[in-house]
């Protein structure tokens, strides 16, 4: 991020995806908007420090997301991920099918490679260096966001549903924790973890910005938390939801009830703007999606975290922003999220 603010990249034509390796001069590059500057099936690898393409890879289908490491190359299409060595020319080394991926949901940690398994809900981790491969029965609905912590011990993911964010540890699948966003249906946008691994932030179309205190499978109390990310637990993890706590009596029997008021609700939030974009076409028309932009909408929400206590959400589209907050704590131990910056960088 630093790289292109100080040295903006003008290709006089559409970019729908960029990735950036680190803070090193490569980046993956893939064609959108009316106008792309590449194919939209087509991963060009760009060194900016000699300002040319290094390495093309070419699919038969769009492509949703790339991710980069030093050792691998990583691209999301609609059905599958394509895994290759970072190398001139780069060698595949494995492809795995999933459920319809049109928002590219793809992780790359240094150990592990987290997606959407090949049935709705399930998420696949592969071990980088040994391609083993874990099936992890997350939600009962398709996924919609899943996001690895900086140290690869934890995952989070959250469903089209949006009401919860499940957590579970990388080391065997066990789900440790759920944290409640809400009880009312939302499309969350982003999930990002903070570089010390001890805070997650949310956003959804809600705009509302959710910080959780992190469940960790390295402090004492999840270390003995029950192993539930195996296959023979697809059934109770699906219908977790569903399942009234007995001691509530007859007030379990009423929907979300008991869950409501014993779920892990952030511990402050903050709200953020969305921005105004309008149907193309005008008032009333059906939405048209951007080509080459996974999803097909400008982008909105997007979490990074800058350090440990400093979160940055951007928004794309018409009224482009970012917006800057801080996150702290008050002299008797509770957390508190203000916004200290923002500005819009598209538009006038």
């Known amino acids: 991020m630093e790289r292109l603010i100080r040295g903006c990249l003008d290709f006089n034509a559409g970019i729908g995806i960029a990735e950036m390796l680190g803070r090193a001069n ?12 590449f194919p939209q099936n087509k991963v060009v690898i760009w060194d900016d420090a000699k300002q040319k393409a290094v390495i093309t890879l070419e699919f038969r289908t769009q492509v949703q997301r790339v991710r980069l490491s030093r050792s691998r190359i990583v691209v999301a299409l609609q059905n599958s991920i394509h ?15 999933t459920a319809d991926n049109l928002h590219g949901l793809c992780c790359l940690g240094t150990k592990i490679i987290s997606f959407p398994g090949n049935a709705i809900g399930r998420v696949q981790l592969v071990e980088v260096d040994t391609g083993n491969v874990s099936i992890i029965p997350a939600h009962g609905s398709a996924l919609r966001a899943v996001e690895l912590s900086p140290d690869g011990q934890v995952l989070a993911t959250a469903s089209e549903a ?3 964010i499940r957590i579970f540890a990388t080391s065997n699948c066990a789900r440790i924790a759920e944290l ?21 932030a949310v956003t959804s179309d809600k705009s509302t910005l959710h910080i959780f205190d992190l469940p960790h ?8 938390s029950p192993r539930l990310g195996t296959a023979s637990s697809v059934q109770s993890v699906g219908s977790v939801d569903e399942a009234p706590n007995q001691k509530w009596g007859i007030l379990g029997k009423i929907p979300l009830l008991p869950r409501v008021f ?12 969305t921005g105004d974009d309008p149907s193309i076409g005008g008032l009333g ?18 979490i990074g975290w800058l350090n440990e206590y400093t979160i940055m959400v951007i928004g794309a589209g018409r009224d ?16 508190y999220c203000v916004r200290n910056g923002w500005r819009r960088y598209l538009g006038s």
Do not use: C, M
């Open 26 to 37: 490569y980046l993956a590059l893939v064609g959108g908007g009316k106008q792309p500057k």
């Open 180 to 200: 409640r966003r809400g009880v009312d249906h939302a499309t969350i946008y982003s999930i990002g973890i903070s570089p010390d691994n001890t805070l997650l």
């Open 285 to 302: 028309t059906p939405h048209v999606p951007i080509p080459g932009i996974p999803g097909g909408k400008p982008v909105k929400g997007v």
């Open 217 to 224: 499978p390295a402090h004492d109390e999840y270390k003995s």
């Open 162 to 164: 949006g009401t919860l």
């Open 83 to 97: 895994v290759y060595a970072f190398s001139s020319p780069p060698e595949k080394l494995s492809i795995f099918e």
């Open 262 to 273: 014993s779920d892990v609700y952030s511990s402050t939030s903050a709200h953020f703007e």
């Open 320 to 335: 482009g922003r970012w917006e800057k907050f801080f996150v702290g704590t008050t002299d008797d131990g509770k957390r």
